[in-house]
C-alpha cells in the first residue's frame, strides 16, 4: 500500500469514529464509501497549499476530479 492510500485511509477512519461511521464527502456533503474516497487539497497546491494533512479531506472521487475539471475550464477562459 502505497504512503497516499495510507494517509486516505488514517483520515477516513479517523473522520468515521468521530463521525459514527458517517463520512462525508468535503465537496457535496454526501456519505462517502471507503472505496470510493480520495484525498482532495482544500487549498490547491496550484494556490499556494501543502500536503499537510490539515489541509487533506475526504471527498468522493467524482466530485474531486470535477472540481478539478471545472477550475481547469475556468483557467482556459
Do not use: F
Request: charged share 20%.
Amino acid at each position: 500500500m502505497s504512503r497516499l492510500s495510507l494517509i486516505r485511509t488514517r483520515i477516513y477512519r479517523t473522520v468515521a469514529r468521530q463521525l459514527h461511521g458517517a463520512v462525508p464527502c468535503w465537496i457535496c456533503g454526501q456519505q462517502v464509501a471507503a472505496e470510493d474516497a480520495t484525498l482532495e487539497h482544500i487549498k490547491p497546491l496550484s494556490e499556494g497549499g501543502n500536503s499537510h494533512i490539515e489541509n487533506l479531506a475526504i471527498s468522493h472521487a467524482a466530485c474531486n476530479h470535477g472540481r478539478h475539471a471545472k477550475a481547469a475550464r475556468s483557467a482556459g477562459d
